[in-house]
């Protein structure tokens, strides 16, 4: 018990001290991603647009689409599929999740402290205020993503 708490408290130290910097994909994000989410999204998986046209298929392989670059995974923050990284990896405490994590969050880490620091580092590197779960058009009670929403993005590479 002693060392899970201690392991967390690293982790959370850890990511303080990232977050008191400039978050970068280059430094972090690339990392982060190599180690969480490139056995599903990386050189082998589909481009975004091959996957979109047989998404039940591809998900059944265990592959997302391809994200294994800079300009490939913020095609899923910014535009075209605009919140789509957020949604899939928020904790449920996100405006309009309805305190439902998204289905890729358990992805961010094997224990919860790490899956927390890990998302704290994501959206450190997304910007201050730029993790919503909008999209680019309205869906049900969501509302399209406005311009003052996309300006916080920063996405440092």
Request: net charge positive; with cysteine.
């Amino acid at each position: 018990m002693v060392k899970k708490i201690a392991a967390a408290l690293l982790l959370l130290l850890g990511g303080a001290a990232v977050m008191a910097q400039e978050v970068s994909y280059r430094k972090e994000i690339a990392p982060l991603w190599k180690s969480q989410c490139i056995a599903c999204h990386g050189e082998k998986s589909p481009e975004r647009a091959d996957f979109l046209l047989d998404e039940k298929g591809y998900a059944a392989k265990s592959q997302g689409p391809r994200m294994d670059s800079y300009e490939r995974l913020i095609a899923f923050v910014a535009w075209p599929d605009t919140g789509s990284l957020m949604r899939r990896l928020d904790d449920g405490t996100g405006k309009y999740a309805g305190g439902k994590p998204g289905n890729m969050y358990v992805n961010l880490g094997a224990t919860d402290a790490e899956r927390a620091a890990n998302l704290k580092l994501l959206k450190a590197w997304v910007g201050k205020g730029a993790w919503n779960l909008n999209r680019n058009a309205r869906r049900g009670d969501v509302p399209a993503i406005t311009k003052e929403q996309l300006d916080k993005i920063q996405l440092k590479y």
